[in-house]
């Protein structure tokens, strides 16, 4: 088992013909992801690696009414419209993988996700993957992941490969590891990926790869300290030394004012009991300490 | 992209609300001309993208030309938070009778949009909010249909009955610019009522959504930056990179790919002691791409040393390995340089800057060891 992307994803890349989703979906094809699909706007017709298509998810979606899943490789301009022609032919789950979406196209995008009870990935996230399921949706590159008892998310792609790469050396395996996004606001925050994984049989603790900016860490502990989450949890926060009212890295990565601040993350995991690595090699140690027990 | 303040007052007076008679200036010269147009005392503002001008006394009023023509004198070429102060809005001084503060922005933690209304204004409404919660007004509503009529009344019970049309009308326009110019803020603080019973925004806040400019390109320009300042800026946006100065005394230059793993780096640096000057973080990099990066950090008198990280899940180590060959070749670096590279295609990689005798490191931590012992050794 896993979370959200699994072997029963039936899977459809949307603007296939893009340069970057042509390769991506030769690479998930090749990882086992059962691609059924794709589209480009203003016109379908061919294949791509085999797969058709398509004009408009409409058409998929009739062709091939098992589609249950898309990914969105379209320009941050598009997403918006591509998303939302998703969800309105009934997809249920969306993955937004571009960066840089204005954030009030991506906020219509969530509040008709939440509407019609759609899972919204991102965006800017790298997607994420299903070791034991043999199923990623996105372009994490997938010979870093074995499976095994772990659940990853993470707010960024790069410092998940670093971390999960350290797991996988360690014979540590994952269930799933899902990006959960570098936006201030993205579909599926981290309290709400904690519910997935307490719910999933094979999930034994989750790992979350946090840092500063929002206050997704602070509700995540919130929950497990009020025992919502039953699962052993263990974080790694990046962002310390980050300054104030300066982006570091990722959009979502901002302190504003006391808002966001590394020290009321910290306090938080505290108060809830999570253990929180303070490097990277701190994290191996502790995933040993907290799959023993 | 936050717009100076008389420029959000140019979008709030296009889409119907009340501004002060006001002119943008450059001299204290016209400064004392408008003033003597007016009539009577005006108000001077700073046009600077600093927030809490007021507190740093940087609001000035006179009550005749002349004294319109020393305040602006005064404050003009000044340095308000790091910014040289070029111009001046000079306003006409409004009778206040009631200052009210009214605000959109977005919620993230409902992840919603969401109003804001007070009749206390011309204070920090985030000090308001927590010390007198019962008097601002939070309304979260729809992205996609707007704030509805029920939300609008809700919003503004806070005021008293009487003024309640006038602050629903004013809302109402406040909700246009949000919508209309992809707004993460928007806001009138204050708001003032005139003793006319009139509404009139005395000063305006809005910040446009960064990733939204492509559809208000006429709005993109330097502010609070020098042009070159601005091209270089802009340049880095096209190329999707993010370069930050961190420290103007560090020793260590950081080029690595992504956001968490520069920031994990970052946070090993310090926590063993080391000082970083200034990082660049790339999108997917590839031999072109780290070329012209080294270009950003190679003239930098003040670095010590430069630590490349390079973690290849997509990209290939011998690819990039060509480029940073390609760039030493061509330009001698003036610093020690400590590459770390992992993933695929690694042996062949590192095979390459062998040839050129630069020795890579596997393990982040160990590399982040090297850089510090080279930047203290070097002191």
Redesign the interface.
């Known amino acids: 088992m896993s979370i959200i992307a699994k072997r029963s994803s039936y899977v459809l890349i949307q603007g296939i013909t893009g340069a970057a989703a042509r390769l991506h979906t030769k690479n998930m094809l090749d990882y086992g992801t059962k691609i059924i699909g794709g589209t480009r706007p203003g016109g379908g017709g061919g294949e791509v690696h085999g797969v058709p298509v398509y004009d408009s998810v409409e058409q998929a979606v009739e062709k091939h009414p098992h589609v249950n899943t898309t990914i969105l490789f379209v320009p941050?301009?598009g997403t918006r419209e591509a998303a939302l022609e998703a969800l309105s032919a009934g997809i249920k789950t969306v993955v937004m993988v571009a960066?840089?979406?204005?954030?009030?196209?991506n906020?219509?995008v969530?509040?008709?996700g939440e509407k019609k009870g759609a899972v919204v990935i991102g965006p800017n996230t790298p997607g994420l993957i299903s070791p034991a399921e043999q199923t990623k949706l996105g372009?994490?590159?997938s010979?870093?992941f074995i499976p095994g008892p772990v659940g990853v998310a993470?707010?960024?792609?790069?410092?998940?490969?670093?971390i999960v790469?350290r797991l996988t050396l360690n014979g540590i395996g994952q269930t799933t590891c899902i990006g959960v996004g570098?936006d201030?606001?993205v579909g599926t925050p981290f309290p709400k990926i904690l519910q997935f994984f307490e719910e999933d049989p094979e999930t034994n603790a989750v790992l979350l790869?946090g840092?500063?900016g929002?206050?997704k860490e602070e509700?995540a502990a919130e929950m497990i300290r009020d025992r919502k989450i039953t699962k052993p949890v263990f974080v790694y926060l990046?962002?310390?030394?980050?300054?104030e009212g300066?982006?570091?890295?990722?959009?979502g990565?901002l302190i504003e004012?006391n808002r966001g601040t590394i020290e009321s993350k910290l306090a938080s995991f505290r108060e809830a009991g999570v253990p929180v690595a303070?490097?990277?090699?701190d994290v191996i140690r502790i995933a040993k300490e907290v799959l023993k027990s | 992209m936050r717009l100076y303040e008389y420029e959000a007052k140019e979008v709030f007076q296009k889409c119907g609300l009340a501004i002060p008679r006001g002119q943008i200036v450059a001299s204290a010269e016209e400064a004392r001309r408008f003033a003597s147009e007016i009539g009577g005392p005006v108000v001077i503002k700073p046009q600077v993208s600093a927030k809490k001008r007021g507190k740093a006394g940087a609001i000035r009023f006179a009550s005749d030309p002349e004294e319109a023509f020393r305040q602006s004198q005064s404050i003009l070429g000044t340095m308000l938070n790091d910014e040289k102060v070029a111009t001046l809005l000079v306003e006409e001084k409004i009778e206040i009778d009631k200052e009210f503060y009214i605000g959109m922005t977005?919620d993230?933690?409902s992840?919603?949009?969401v109003a804001i209304a007070s009749p206390l204004g011309g204070v920090d409404i985030?000090e308001v909010a927590q010390e007198k919660p019962a008097i601002v007004k939070k309304v979260l509503f729809?992205?996609?249909r707007g704030p509805t009529e029920k939300d609008y009344e809700e919003l503004v019970s806070i005021f008293k009955p009487t003024e309640q049309a006038l602050m629903k009308e004013v809302t109402k326009k406040l909700y246009q610019i949000f919508?209309k110019y992809?707004a993460?803020m928007v806001e009138i603080n204050p708001l003032a009522l005139t003793k006319h019973g009139k509404s009139m925004a005395l000063d305006a806040f809005l910040n446009v959504?960064?990733?939204?400019l492509?559809?208000h390109s006429d709005l993109v320009k330097p502010r609070g930056m020098t042009r070159e300042q601005f091209d270089f800026e802009q340049s880095l946006k096209e190329k999707?990179w993010?370069y930050?100065e961190?420290d103007p005394d560090g020793e260590i230059g950081i080029l690595s790919?992504?956001?968490?793993?520069?920031?994990?780096i970052?946070?090993?640096?310090?926590?063993h002691g080391g000082r970083?000057a200034n990082f660049l973080?790339t999108?997917q990099m590839n031999a072109e791409g780290i070329y012209s990066a080294f270009s950003l950090f190679a003239d930098n008198k003040k670095l010590k040393v430069l630590l490349v990280n390079i973690?290849a899940?997509?990209n290939r180590c011998d690819d990039l390995a060509m480029g940073i060959k390609k760039y030493l070749q061509q330009h001698p670096l003036r610093m020690p340089l400590v590459v770390r590279m992992?993933g695929?295609r690694e042996d062949e990689g590192k095979g390459i800057l062998k040839e050129i005798d630069v020795e890579t490191i596997r393990s982040?931590?160990d590399s982040v060891e090297k850089v510090i012992q080279i930047a203290q050794g070097a002191t």
């Open positions: 941050p301009k960066e840089h979406v204005p954030l009030h196209d906020l219509e969530l509040e008709e372009f994490v590159p010979q870093y993470s707010r960024s792609g790069t410092l998940t490969y670093e790469s570098g201030p606001i790869i840092e500063i929002g206050t509700e990046v962002g310390r030394t980050a300054p300066k982006r570091v890295g990722h959009a990565a004012g303070d490097t990277p090699g | 977005i993230y933690s992840l919603k949009p985030e729809s992205i996609s919508q992809d993460e959504d960064d990733d939204s492509f559809r999707k993010k930050i961190m790919s992504g956001a968490g793993i520069t920031m994990a970052l946070d090993l640096i310090k926590m970083p973080d999108a973690f899940g997509l992992i695929y982040l931590e």
